[in-house]
């Protein structure tokens, strides 16, 4: 299928492979897009993709993705800074200022510790992680890693770290997802359910 | 959502946007994959869609994508010269070639007749078609545009327009699709089906 392609295309074909959730035939029929639309779009995304990526640094506090030093959310004043929410990479933290539920900072950790994917705890921004709870400054550390195996070592790892350090710490609720369906739960999600439930009266 | 993000990030999300199939939250996925890799991802990717849109252009007798003048079928003496297959697009061209079954030429339209998206017969490569046509080489024109609307009256159209030139003229079968299940087949694919019948003995 590829071998047709001229070259230029099937190296454009392999490159968008690359991302995320792009297999090799929405690459063809992306790449396709691309070279045959004369209205400037493979010119304005290929400078718009390189001008992000020259321009988008991590945030030299929480390691979100900001454009300066530090990004929106660390340099906004009228955030709370008693508490710290920690997540596994920047999508979370879009995710979690969508839910419009937190208003406090956040710690990008760019990763999980997992032992069986090769990620070893200084692999990840733990130390730095350490660091900011040891100034003090927080009262209570949120842990909002994904409920999978590794979210949880995490989550249990970075709970001992900071014991030493008398800061609150928690982890957000495990249960039924909004319009889940108790017949279609998994056993994991409504053990977590039952577990967990709260009071009505 | 896209408030949050810094300028140029946000400028990368709605340029991905433009992309087909890929709406606000697969750009800002891919976009924050692009800036947050430093294996030089975005600076390859940037610099295939450049390249592959500079040197892309359109074959000069069948309007497929080619690097030169002549795409590879129509530069490939291999071909059956006497069949000619109408497709809608270039994507059409390699879906046709993947099925293995036609080693003829191809003729891209780019687009198809639709009074109501305002593509009049004039703005899709017909008359270039007539042309081909025209200068007899062609034994068989086979139209393989879509079972919609647009495909129908594309191929009505051409079979008019065509008609004065002595050609065969056919289009593909309109049935059943491979794995289809009758219960569960359209009104319309099923009426054809049945139209277009084939004896078993």
Same mark, same amino acid.
């Given at each position: ?26 690459? #063809? ?43 929106? #959310?660390? %340099? ?69 890693? %994904? ?10 790892? #970075? ?43």
């Amino acid at each position: 299928m590829l071998e047709e392609l001229p070259t230029t295309l099937r190296t454009l074909v392999r490159e968008l492979s690359r991302l995320p959730t792009i297999g090799e035939k929405s690459a #063809i029929r992306l790449a396709y897009h691309l070279v045959s639309h004369s209205n400037g779009l493979a010119e304005s995304i290929s400078r718009a993709i390189s001008e992000a990526a020259s321009t988008i640094k991590f945030c030299s506090t929480c390691f979100h993705l900001s454009e300066g030093e530090k990004c929106s #959310i660390c %340099s906004n004043p009228s955030r709370d800074s008693s508490v710290l929410c920690v997540v596994e990479k920047p999508m979370d933290v879009i995710a979690c200022e969508r839910s419009g539920e937190f208003r406090g900072h956040y710690h990008v950790l760019h990763g999980l510790w997992s032992p069986i994917k090769g990620v070893s705890p200084d692999q990840i921004k733990l130390s730095e992680l350490q660091m900011r709870v040891q100034e003090g400054a927080f009262k209570e550390v949120i842990l909002a890693t %994904s409920s999978t195996v590794e979210g949880d070592a995490t989550a249990l790892y #970075i709970t001992r770290m900071l014991s030493p350090f008398g800061v609150a710490i928690s982890r957000l609720a495990q249960g039924m997802p909004k319009g889940g369906e108790v017949e279609y739960a998994d056993d994991f999600t409504l053990s977590r359910a039952f577990m967990g439930r709260s009071k009505l009266e």
